[in-house]
């Protein structure tokens, strides 16, 4: 055999440039720059989701404080002290539900809400733990224009400020 070549049964193949190798490799990149895509849309899909199940869960919280605080019995209103008194009002008899269930936050592993605390120490609302960007800044619904152009998650702050109580009229003299 004093030429290259590969013998199969009695003939003789002359010999290649291998390009099965390169192809292959190169089809293994492109397989794997693909599924890194895959990934990468799937794990953006999944924060969007996030987001919009943050949104969801914070206006229910800010709405259950607001109920709370406005249904409080007699004429000094407060906010409630812990989020499970949104479940169960302690200061009526019986259960009074302003939340079906306690929301957790979906934006953190743990699920726990950082606390947003009026003068008295009442909860006046929630915020989210997490310091990662948000997809959406902008096209709010009502009521959370504020978030549009926030740097990061957690400065979507959902606090119930109730509106001022209107002043007495003027003695007349």
């Known amino acids: 055999m004093g030429q290259g070549g590969i013998v199969f049964g ?14 292959a490799v190169i089809a293994v990149v492109a397989l794997g720059l693909g599924a890194l895509a895959a990934v990468e849309l799937e794990s953006t899909a999944l924060w969007r989701e996030r987001e919009a199940e943050l949104l969801f869960r914070g206006q229910a919280i800010r709405e259950g404080i607001r109920q709370y605080y406005e249904k409080s019995p007699g004429t000094l209103k407060t906010f409630p002290q812990d989020l499970k008194d949104l479940i169960s009002d302690p200061r009526t008899p019986g259960t009074r539900r302003y939340l079906r269930k306690l929301y957790r936050d979906p934006m953190t592993p743990d699920g726990e809400w950082v606390l947003v605390r009026g003068a008295g120490g009442g909860v ?14 902008a096209n709010f619904p009502k009521g959370l224009e504020p978030f549009a152009g926030k740097e990061k998650v957690s400065e979507w702050v959902f606090e119930y400020v109730p509106a001022p109580a ?6 007349r003299p």
């Open 166 to 171: 209107p002043s007495p009229p003027p003695a």
């Open 10 to 23: 009695r003939r003789r193949c002359p010999s290649s440039p291998g390009f099965a190798y390169p192809l």
């Open 124 to 137: 006046r609302g929630v915020r989210s733990a997490s310091e990662r960007a948000p997809f959406k800044r």
